[in-house]
């Protein structure tokens, strides 16, 4: 098999290091939640030869990329169906996996977020997801709050997941190497199934303070809410990364008390 050339524009970069392939793989750990995961980008198959050796899971692939795919047709043909060519930000994991399922992959850099908040779309079928991202896209979405990495997507991620930043890896271990130093990290479901607050309204509120992060969420939120209906309570007087998840829970309850009041 001839091998498969790396594509700029899907944003691949083939991890060549079978040792930190080995230690992502094992770091799914949660099996006792699920038995099927689904590998997102495998490339030539170097996380994909040791998920295949796992005999506590039934591994799906799915690429986007043509060459990718008919190489890892000719490289696991047991696979059949659950090799899958397509694009991964369409896919409808309903009409797949009828239970709950992991995710796990070296992602395209260039469509983090995008996987991220397909995850979060899906958050009642995705248990536990171990993927390798850009360094600071990891830091991210496992920063605390007070911390200047801490953002929109810390938040949204933390609210359904517990983040853990597992590792970093150097650009030398991927062919073509990367100008950036990547990491993997950990997101398992916690038992928070729908928020103490009106959801939507939770994500406005946190998109509008985090919007401008150097305003006070009085002035940030007034994107939401007009000043004028808003009281003296202590988060007004806070910036958006100051308050934890469930401090912008309760922001968002007092902000909806206050729109429906007359």
Not at 41 to 59: A, C, H, K, V, Y
Not at 86 to 109: E, M, Q, S, T, V
Not at 160 to 181: R, S
Not at 182 to 194: F, P
Request: one cysteine or more; aromatic letters at 10%.
């Amino acid at each position: 098999m001839s091998l498969v050339k790396a594509k700029k524009h899907l944003g691949q970069h083939f991890l060549t290091d079978k040792g930190i392939a080995n230690r992502i793989v094992e770091s799914l750990v949660n099996t006792e939640k699920y038995n099927q995961v689904l590998e997102v980008g495998p490339g030539m198959g170097i996380l994909s030869d040791f998920l295949l050796q796992r005999e506590d899971l039934q591994t799906y692939l799915i690429d986007i990329d043509t060459e990718s795919f008919h190489f890892l047709n000719e490289k696991y043909p047991q696979l059949g169906d659950r090799l899958i060519n397509g694009d991964f930000l369409k896919l409808d994991f309903d009409a797949i996996f009828p239970d709950k399922f992991a995710i796990i992959g070296n992602f395209p850099y260039n469509i983090s977020s995008q996987i991220l908040f397909k995850i979060l779309d899906n958050r009642h079928k995705v248990v536990e997801m171990v993927g390798m991202f850009q360094k600071e896209v990891a830091q991210r979405c496992a920063a605390p709050a007070g911390n200047k990495e801490y953002g929109i997507l810390s938040v949204f991620l933390q609210a359904y997941y517990k983040i853990e930043y597992l590792f970093t890896v150097k650009p030398g271990t991927f062919n073509p190497p990367p100008k950036v130093h990547s990491a993997v990290i950990r997101l398992t479901r916690n038992e928070v199934e729908t928020l103490d607050c009106d959801e939507k309204l939770f994500w406005r509120v946190v998109k509008a303070g985090f919007n401008q992060r150097r305003k006070t969420l009085r002035n940030a939120v007034s994107a939401v809410m007009p000043k004028d209906k808003m009281d003296n309570h202590i988060y007004f007087e806070k910036r958006a990364e100051q308050l934890t998840v469930d401090d912008f829970v309760k922001l968002t309850q007092h902000v909806s008390a206050l729109m429906q009041q007359e």
